[in-house]
């Protein structure tokens, strides 16, 4: 069963930067290559929201409140999906989440970020 591995949170000042890394256990090469990946994340006493998707085609899609701050990125042979996140808010601060377009496999448990003065 494929597991997603977070990475890279913690605790910043606001306008910080973090840059998370989900790895993809037991996905074969060509099925993560193949698939379309995304970030999404969960703030206290709210539902889990989408953040940013990559297509197999390296194609980009943002949350609105986080276009120019953050860029997602794959790297197919470790596996890997990254998210670069600059100028970070108070409102980001949430755990945060990878998995697939459709949000289909286990979710794993997730790396906190937290934005704070």
């Known amino acids: 069963q494929v597991q997603f591995v977070e990475a890279g949170g913690g605790s910043v000042q606001p306008g910080g930067s973090l840059r998370l890394s989900c790895r993809a256990s037991?996905?074969?090469?060509?099925?993560?290559?193949?698939?379309?990946m995304a970030w999404y994340r969960q703030a206290p006493g709210k539902q889990r929201e989408f953040v940013a998707s990559?297509?197999?085609?390296?194609?980009?899609n943002y949350l609105d409140s986080v276009k120019d701050r953050f860029t997602i990125s794959k790297d197919n042979g470790k596996r890997t999906v990254y998210l670069q996140m600059n100028s970070l808010e108070p409102e980001d601060t949430a755990v945060y989440y990878c998995?697939?377009?459709?949000?289909?496999?286990?979710w794993g448990q997730g790396t906190q970020v937290t934005v704070s003065s």
């Open positions: 998995n697939d377009i459709r949000a289909s496999r286990s």
């Open positions: 037991r996905m074969i090469l060509s099925t993560f290559t193949s698939t379309d």
């Open positions: 990559i297509a197999a085609s390296r194609s980009t």
